[in-house]
């Protein structure tokens, strides 16, 4: 199972503000104009995973109609508080991205910042590319990133962080399981809310991120209906080398019903 965030949703953007919405949503923004197909007959993004909402304002301010879809309450709770104070016309649904169920198709998917990592097994990731494909117009786009197995074993490994929130603590522990092909890493989050002087609450959530090989993205991706256009290093936005930690898929959607 995909992880139904607690507490962490109310802490997610305080604990990732190294991340630049602005910028990725300029950078895929700029990606998807230059491969959309001519003749698309609408300017509906799904933002796939949306949790807090973040890239799903970027874009809205970009003049997408977009589609935010997670499967945390807790998550699309923070974000409806964004669209309250925005007013951007955003739509949020809460559905697990392997069971997608909209009421028509969209021109571009949008599943951003390694996602897709914690599906627990290949099925699963095969049966997120069919649905997207699923509700998706012919010639439709599909951008996504994973991490890669550079981040897992030598960036994210066996580090342990220290957060200071403003009413919190958190500690971010890693576990990886240095084992081929998925290298998984088991992140655990203990947050220590403060109540009064010397009293604290603790909460711990955790969950686990695992890496999917190239080569079977793009035996998923052409096994259930999409041609793959470009891939790139998702941080740098240019060719991939041995450190890159992020990577970015761009493909494109037959649209209609593939193989789960």
């Not at 958190?170 to 010397?198: G, K, M, S």
């Amino acid at each position: 199972m995909t992880p139904a965030y607690g507490v962490f949703a109310q802490y997610y953007d305080a604990l990732t503000k190294n991340v630049c919405y602005s910028d990725r949503a300029a950078h895929l923004d700029a990606l998807i104009r230059k491969w959309e197909a001519p003749g698309l007959p609408d300017n509906i993004l799904l933002d796939l995973a949306c949790g807090t909402g973040s890239l799903s304002e970027e874009f809205a301010k970009r003049g997408w109609d977009v589609i935010g879809i997670d499967g945390s309450e807790e998550m699309l709770s923070e974000a409806l508080d964004k669209k309250y104070d925005s007013g951007l016309p955003i739509q949020y649904l809460r559905q697990d991205m392997r069971s997608l169920d909209l009421y028509g198709c969209i021109s571009v998917t949008v599943c951003a910042l390694d996602s897709l990592n914690h599906l627990p097994e290949e099925r699963d990731l095969r049966r997120v590319f069919a649905r997207v494909n699923l509700f998706s117009n012919a010639g439709a786009l599909f951008l996504f990133d994973v991490n890669t197995e550079y981040k897992h074993r030598k960036v994210l490994a066996d580090q342990c962080f220290v957060y200071e929130l403003p009413d919190a603590v958190c500690i971010w522990q890693n576990h990886l399981q240095d084992t081929a092909p998925d290298y998984p890493v088991t992140i655990r989050l203990d947050f220590f809310e403060q109540l009064t002087e010397n009293k604290y609450r603790r909460f711990t959530e955790e969950f686990t991120e695992r890496i999917w090989d190239d080569a079977l993205l793009r035996k998923l991706l052409t096994e259930t209906g999409f041609t793959l256009l470009e891939v790139l290093d998702g941080d740098t936005y240019q060719p991939p080398t041995e450190t890159t930690q992020r990577l970015l898929y761009i493909a494109r959607a037959s649209g209609g019903q593939h193989t789960e």
